[in-house]
């Protein structure tokens, strides 16, 4: 687009364009920015003309974004953000504010860390509204853009101008179901090997033009491995699964064990539907990190946020 032609652009029509980057839905779009479908159509008909590219294709159930609008969008998003934070006030009351904090977090910050940060949202910003979605294939530029605020999490690696900072340290704990014949006893590492493992799957790296390397099995950081490695013994994976709960939900109705998050599996400990065993061998804590930009900090809405992340990470 020449410079002649920027002028011209309504910034209603930039903003229309990047919530339905966002929605991929005319719908969806609407109802965000409280506009008519017949309304949205007509401003990325208007979009379309100045910019010269059909910008997303409607599909059966979604508008797909094309080239061009996937390569203008995390700059236009930034733009935008940049002038909202240009034009809103310096001081953040989290009392009064209706701001949005997207947050990406898995099945295990949900269930340990999010209640009390609910609680804490609760009591001192009622208005606040916090959306958890799951790790998108493009988590570098969503980040970078601006759309993600934080990511809770275990990385092995982020770009430098990601700063990574530990929210939780968690132990690792076996857990069969309730009534196991492991459960009787202290179990050696020979009663283990001897039962099949759930295993939760493997690491998982974010593409983009910089890794962020994530973490998405709780298994302890080859410690399990090498100390059977010394002792000559092998251990039998009888099935591996996608994530925490899917092992735990295996593991109650089975005779196979799971290594999973300590603190997970005290809830469901309480409940008798779990027993946990004690590694019987040195077990590492892993840490569960707050990953964010480091620039972004500047804004005291985020900078308030990730207090309260904090704070609430603290009292677990």
Excluded at 67 to 84: D, M
Excluded at 279 to 285: A, G, T, V, W
């Amino acid at each position: 687009m020449n410079p002649m032609h920027v002028a011209s652009i309504d910034l209603n029509l930039l903003r229309v364009f990047d919530v339905l980057l966002e929605e991929r839905s005319v719908t969806r779009a609407g109802a965000r920015l409280g506009l008519t479908q017949s309304a949205v159509s007509h401003a990325l008909n208007r979009l379309r003309y100045h910019l010269d590219d059909e910008l997303f294709q409607r599909t059966a159930n979604r508008m797909q974004p094309t080239r061009r609008a996937l390569e203008i969008g995390p700059s236009l998003h930034a733009a935008l953000t940049q002038l909202q934070g240009a034009l809103t006030p310096a001081d953040f009351d989290p009392a009064v504010s209706e701001r949005r904090f997207d947050v990406v977090a898995g099945g295990y910050a949900c269930a340990v860390l999010v209640p009390a940060v609910v609680a804490a949202l609760q009591a001192s910003a009622p208005n606040v509204l916090l959306q958890i979605g799951d790790s998108p294939p493009d988590l570098v530029e969503q980040l970078d853009s601006g759309r993600i605020d934080f990511v809770i999490g275990g990385f092995d690696q982020a770009p430098e101008r990601f700063a990574r900072e530990t929210l939780i340290q968690e132990e690792l704990a076996w857990v069969v179901r309730g009534g196991h014949p492991l459960a009787e006893g202290r179990a050696t590492l020979e009663d283990l090997v001897a039962t099949p493992h759930v295993v939760v799957a493997g690491r998982r790296e974010a593409p983009g033009r910089t890794a962020i390397s994530q973490r998405s099995s709780w298994e302890d950081m080859g410690a399990l491995e090498s100390e059977l490695a010394r002792r000559g013994l092998r251990r039998k994976v009888g099935v591996v699964v996608p994530d925490t709960f899917s092992a735990m939900s295996v593991v109650v109705r089975s005779e196979m064990a799971a290594l999973i998050p300590r603190r997970l599996a005290l809830l469901s400990a309480q409940s008798g539907r779990l027993a946990l065993i004690e590694p019987p061998y040195e077990s590492p804590p892993v840490d569960v990190s707050l990953l964010y930009r480091r620039d972004r900090m500047g804004e005291p809405a985020l900078a308030w946020m990730r207090r309260l992340l904090n704070d609430a990470a603290a009292k677990i």
